[in-house]
């Protein structure tokens, strides 16, 4: 079957770093996304991992390990805006996502 | 358009009634994509068109839900006779094609089945 999991609540301290774990299982796989969304909000684009190993944008990186189907999303230098829901999903054979439940992150001050 | 639009924003129904739920994807981007939020949890894949190919419906809860889109842009989707577990936010996206650059959600519909 196809299956995403993630935590469902994690909390940090503002300038911290937090690291945001996925497992995923689907048939075939095209790729592992990460989408931040505010309470309200659209989904936005945060990464995307095909290959092996750590991709960095500024305060955000993604790592993917295929091998392990296992990806996490790290964020540093934490600010209250982070506050969000973060959702990891995985590309399957067809070209459609499939996502986890998604992780609610509270900063704190 | 410059980003994915849905309309309406907000919908609110009597049970047992028809509704209709669009989305204009961004110009020129192949691939359509339905998805349902309920509130507190995660995306459900409803139904994903992608060109001239015929559309992976293995989403669809139940067959009061279908979709369409036509002439390859503007997707509608239909849920007759509405139930109040059909009470989400539909958000719809549109992909270029280009899997670096993600799927862009438009704001989404939130349906209220009274």
């Known amino acids: 079957g196809q299956n995403i999991d993630q935590p469902t609540e994690m909390t940090a301290t503002e300038g911290a770093i937090v690291q945001i774990n996925c497992t995923y299982q689907t048939s075939g796989f095209n790729g592992l996304f990460w989408y931040q969304q505010h309470a309200g909000e659209a989904p936005t684009f945060l990464s995307y991992n095909v290959l092996d190993g750590l991709e960095e944008k500024g305060r955000f990186s993604s790592f993917l390990s295929r091998s392990k189907g296992y990806s996490y999303l790290l964020l540093k230098e934490l600010q209250m805006k982070d506050s969000a829901s973060y959702l990891c999903?995985?590309?399957?054979?067809?070209?459609?996502?499939?996502f986890g439940q998604g992780t609610t992150l509270q900063v704190k001050p | 358009g410059a980003g994915v639009s849905q309309s309406p924003s907000n919908k609110v129904t009597e049970k047992g009634k028809d509704v209709e739920l669009r989305c204009d994807p961004i110009s020129g981007h192949t691939a359509l994509y339905w998805y349902r939020q309920s509130l507190g949890q995660g995306l459900e894949f409803l139904i994903y068109f992608q060109g001239n190919s015929a559309p992976d419906k293995s989403g669809l809860p139940s067959d009061r839900f279908s979709a369409e889109r036509t002439g390859g842009s503007v997707s509608t989707l239909t849920i007759q006779r509405t139930q109040q577990e059909d009470s989400a936010v539909y958000l719809c996206a549109s992909s270029g094609g280009l899997a670096n650059y993600g799927y862009t959600f438009g704001s989404g519909t939130r349906l209220t089945v009274v």
């Open positions: 999903a995985a590309s399957d054979n067809t070209g459609k996502l499939i």
